[in-house]
């Protein structure tokens, strides 16, 4: 019903950035929230940010001031705009979004920190 994919992870230095980028497909009318989160080796999965259908946000600690989601209503896509990254943010990056109090996931993106 609803399909989540995401894109833009990669290999960047510490204190660079990166931008990923979830594409939502299929019955996406009824989506609310959307979000990211990250699960690192040994560690699990957290949440980083949320955004509702009204522009609300939400940030884990460790990214605020860092991290920044938004939403495109027109294109269905959400983003995750991560700068000065550390080591630590290191993890595979999922896409996550609500629809009838659902959830739905991504396959995940990798994003590996390190110098």
């Known amino acids: 019903q609803v399909q989540l994919v995401e894109s833009g992870g990669g290999l960047v230095q510490p204190g660079g950035s990166l931008r990923l980028s979830c594409a939502a497909s299929?019955?996406?009318?009824?989506?609310?929230?959307m979000g990211w989160y990250r699960q690192a080796p040994g560690k699990e999965r957290e949440l980083v940010a949320r955004i509702t259908l009204s522009g609300s946000t939400n940030y884990d600690d460790s990214v605020k001031g860092r991290f920044t989601i938004s939403r495109d209503y027109v294109k269905n896509t959400v983003s995750l705009q991560m700068n000065s990254l550390k080591p630590e943010d290191t993890a595979v990056y999922y896409c996550?979004?609500?629809?009838?109090?659902?959830?739905?996931w991504g396959q995940g993106t990798q994003v590996t920190v390190s110098s």
């Open positions: 299929g019955s996406i009318a009824s989506i609310n929230v």
């Open positions: 996550n979004a609500y629809k009838f109090g659902t959830p739905y």
